[in-house]
């Protein structure tokens, strides 16, 4: 029998009817069959991703915003795209981001942003995590960062040399290039045994800093188009350099990173020698973990994880810190009077003994709610569990949902945080309960690896400052370039994955006078 071609004018018929039909069934099925359709939210967001895209990758991060402008109106539980619920309720958040034995699943696009499938970050399902985590979690305690002290503190003194420095020349610091290169300095020291010495360098060499800036800049993008980051990734080496240097020098970073895996696995890299502690993949590879996990495509991508989480979210945090106690005097006064105090009783401050320092300590968690850490959305899907949020009824969360929350709500929550843009560090002492509601690393069993280290640089590196550059020195003192523009530059504006500011830089600038 021979088959007969369809007409072009029928196909032309046929061929947008069927896509209608598609997306007539679609959108009813979005609308009153789908296993979320009960949760409220507006009808757009439920039907297409197209509302978030918009928002975020158009128009810069402003998502957020508009999802905070849904749970005004819808209450704390809200449809946010087809497959997404989002939460505002504070205390539902030790429930989505649980500890122990409860099983948290990520979502396997939210893994795929920033080329690293298969680091811890990225590991989707909860036994993995956990399996990998478990491997790293040791040589991040709180008693490995106690026991390696001495490596942030040589970094915090190069820090404090190149400020003298400053003070000399009295030229600006840029303090966000400054800090960053103080992080990632001690990270990769912490974690390799070596850095690539950015303090040492005239401008901080904020290469690394620049992209991961970048990569944060096409964040939602990716997210909404893993396409975009596959191309990028499959660019020869010499295209890649050609097209952005910047990414030429994080290649040349990703294959030193290499070069240092192949030399453990074969007996020849002798770092861990020369250094008062062994690398992370000493500890990978030594473990009894599957020869998969141990594979070098594997280990590198952890390694960059970890020097990229370890460098961009601490630098910023130290910055809205000192920009903040620069500016308020009586801030600053009452904190160096409590460290002249301390000194006089035990002269040279460790950690340990910063950490007893109540008014820093309130003045360090004021500035972690300000900075944020990261700013995206964290879906997690509790595979085997009904979620329920106190407080509401009818609005059962089936197992598999994505559920979200995210700490830029969280920090800003007017109940919890009366004024939430003011830096008021007298909060954290009036009312110590707020302390289960800072999130900025997270909580739970996938909480951030290094939230130990990075305590441990913002109050070294603070009390550092403040110690060797009073305000009641009688030469120059540290001040900002310009007050105003330093907290327009601070003050969150969208959500870029990490936070982006109102003026789109971070070039906050310190100079002695």
């Given at each position: ?49 197209l ?76 036994d ?102 596959e ?49 992370i993949?000493?500890?990978?590879l ?107 009824t ?48 997270s ?15 913002v109050y ?35 959500d ?18």
């Amino acid at each position: 029998m021979e088959v007969q071609a369809i007409p072009a004018s029928v196909a032309a018929i046929l061929l947008p009817a069927t896509a209608f039909i598609f997306i007539v069934g679609r959108v009813i099925y979005q609308l009153y069959f789908s296993p979320i359709a009960h949760v409220p939210g507006p009808k757009i967001a439920a039907v297409t991703h197209l509302y978030g895209f918009y928002y975020d990758a158009i128009r810069g991060g402003q998502y957020v915003w508009k999802v905070a402008q849904m749970h005004q109106r819808y209450g704390p539980v809200v449809r946010i795209n087809p497959d997404e619920i989002h939460i505002s309720d504070p205390e539902f958040y030790a429930v989505l981001y649980a500890s122990g034995q409860e099983r948290r699943d990520k979502v396997l696009k939210y893994t795929r942003q920033f080329g690293a499938p298969d680091s811890v970050l990225a590991a989707v399902h909860h036994d993995l995590h956990r399996m990998r985590r478990a491997i790293l979690s040791p040589f991040f305690s709180k008693a490995s960062v106690y026991r390696l002290e001495p490596v942030i503190q040589d970094k915090i003194d190069e820090m404090l040399e190149r400020m003298e420095g400053f003070r000399l020349s009295r030229q600006p610091i840029p303090l966000f290039e400054m800090f960053a290169a103080l992080t990632n300095d001690v990270v990769m020291e912490y974690a390799f045994a070596r850095s690539d010495r950015r303090l040492a360098q005239p401008d901080f060499d904020p290469v690394f800093l620049n992209a991961l800036t970048a990569a944060s800049d096409m964040s939602h993008w990716v997210l909404h188009l893993n396409w975009i980051l596959e191309i990028l990734q499959s660019m020869p080496v010499w295209l890649a350099r050609w097209f952005n240097p910047r990414i030429g020098k994080v290649l040349d970073f990703q294959e030193s990173i290499k070069d240092q895996i192949r030399d453990i696995q074969n007996g020849t890299n002798r770092s861990n020698e020369k250094s008062s502690h062994r690398t992370i993949f000493h500890e990978v590879l030594d473990s009894d973990m599957p020869a998969s996990e141990k594979q070098l495509e594997r280990m590198w991508q952890e390694g960059m994880v970890v020097v990229g989480a370890g460098t961009d979210t601490t630098a910023w945090t130290l910055v809205v810190a000192l920009v903040h106690i620069i500016i308020q005097a009586d801030v600053r006064q009452r904190l160096e009077d409590e460290m002249r105090a301390a000194i006089a009783a035990k002269g040279h401050l460790k950690f340990s003994d910063l950490e007893q320092l109540p008014y820093l300590s309130a003045c360090i968690k004021e500035a972690l709610r300000l900075s944020y850490g990261l700013s995206a959305r964290l879906p997690r899907v509790a595979p085997n569990q009904v979620l329920e949020v106190p407080g509401t009824t009818g609005l059962a969360i089936p197992p598999g949902t994505k559920v979200s929350m995210d700490t830029v709500l969280m920090h800003r929550h007017a109940q919890l945080f009366p004024q939430p843009d003011e830096f008021r560090p007298e909060r954290w002492l009036e009312n110590p309960r707020l302390d289960r509601y800072l999130v900025s690393f997270s909580k739970g069993a996938r909480q951030c690896l290094g939230i130990n280290l990075a305590y441990a640089e913002v109050y070294m590196a603070l009390g550092a400052i403040l110690g060797r550059f009073p305000v009641t020195d009688r030469g120059p003192r540290l001040q900002l370039l310009d007050n105003e523009a330093s907290l327009r530059d601070i003050e969150i504006a969208g959500d870029m994955f990490l936070p982006s500011t109102k003026s789109g830089n971070k070039h906050i600038k310190a100079v002695f006078r």
